[in-house]
């Protein structure tokens, strides 16, 4: 029954069953509103699959994806925008500000010289659909699965400090910011380092809450050292599990894990209190962590066993009773709707909970 057919029923003397019926149907789909934005990431089941049939938009375009996230009560999106034309950047700023909800971007950054102007680009799309912030990953995987050697990762690391280099006055001049995500694959400390080495006021990091844990780090520590340089936030909660060759990390709905997500959260509201947060809640099998192998230590000289007995124990102590949630032989139907109900459950324990 839509508005028009209640009013409709109303008017009539409808009896009184019917309109309390009516009413609390419609209550149940209306979804609190939460300051809690939501990555696209968060969907990454429904983007897979997505297979439009050429009369509707990809789900993971922007205009799209904000609809989506609005209807379930989301705060804002954090998505990439890539580079669009003018009239497009502008109808999805105007949509947003409609909603009252922000939009940060997400993008790769430059390679080099000649990746400069797709990344200006995007950056100018950024800032004309209305975003402060886009949120930048320099390594796509996992350093302890993408590295053979110590050498390679160094590589990596000369190859991503000039990157920033070139990143930096890209932003000053669209007037954006650069959060830079510890992606699996800085270290807390080794990220912070590079921040000021760069030493601009327009790249800083987007707090990942979870990531961390698989670099054998204290998530409580990983927020405390980058909190002062925070741009954006990765909000999630993680499981653990021991294994044989280490231990298993899986992202949970808010409140179902092991984070302390109220210090969290209030942590990084003490020293960046304008920042943004957007969930990441990956609907996924749990990552296995092989921190008892020989090829995870490759590029890990500077870590000590003392971090690595820490973490073993940390695990271990906060175990979850029953195995962790996996979804990769569940139907696609199953997957979907599993995806759904995780995000759900975490903007209602943001608004509830965290404040947020």
């Avoid at 009369?55 to 375009?61: E, I, K, L, V, Y």
Wanted: proline content about 5%.
């Amino acid at each position: 029954m839509n508005r028009r057919d209640l009013l409709r029923s109303i008017a009539g003397g409808a009896a009184a069953g019917l309109l309390t019926r009516t009413m609390r149907a419609l209550a149940a789909e209306v979804v609190a509103p939460s300051r809690l934005g939501v990555g696209i990431h968060s969907f990454a089941v429904r983007q897979k699959n997505d297979k439009p049939d050429g009369q509707q938009p990809r789900f993971a375009d922007p205009l799209n994806y904000l609809e989506h996230c609005h209807r379930f009560g989301a705060g804002g999106i954090q998505i990439g925008l890539g580079a669009r034309d003018e009239s497009y950047a502008t109808a999805l700023r105007r949509k947003a500000e409609i909603y009252g909800m922000f939009v940060e971007g997400s993008s790769s950054a430059p390679r080099d010289g000649a990746d400069a102007d797709r990344f200006a680009a995007e950056l100018r799309t950024a800032a004309a659909a209305g975003a402060k912030v886009v949120r930048i990953v320099m390594l796509g995987g996992r350093r302890y699965e993408t590295f053979e050697t110590a050498a390679a990762f160094r590589e990596f690391a000369d190859k991503a400090w000039k990157s920033m280099q070139l990143a930096a006055p890209l932003a000053a001049k669209h007037g954006v910011r650069l959060a830079i995500e510890n992606h699996k694959d800085w270290r807390a400390d080794e990220l912070l380092d590079g921040l000021k080495r760069l030493g601009s006021e327009r790249v800083g990091a987007c707090i990942d809450t979870g990531n961390n844990i698989a670099l054998l780090e204290d998530p409580a520590e990983t927020v405390k050292t980058l909190a002062p340089a925070a741009m954006s936030v990765h909000l999630k909660d993680m499981a653990v599990r021991p294994y044989d060759d280490g231990f298993l990390l899986a992202e949970v709905p808010l409140g179902e894990g092991v984070l302390n997500l109220p210090a969290i959260v209030a942590t990084v509201k003490q020293a960046r209190p304008e920042v943004r947060f957007s969930l990441e809640m990956m609907t996924r099998d749990p990552l296995r962590v092989p921190c008892l192998t020989e090829k995870y230590w490759a590029t890990f000289a500077a870590v000590s066993g003392r971090d690595l007995a820490r973490t073993l124990r940390w695990v271990r102590d906060r175990a979850a009773e029953q195995p962790l949630p996996r979804i990769s032989q569940l139907p696609l139907r199953e997957q979907l709707a599993r995806e759904e109900e995780n995000v759900r459950k975490c903007l209602k324990f943001a608004a509830d909970r965290l404040r947020l």
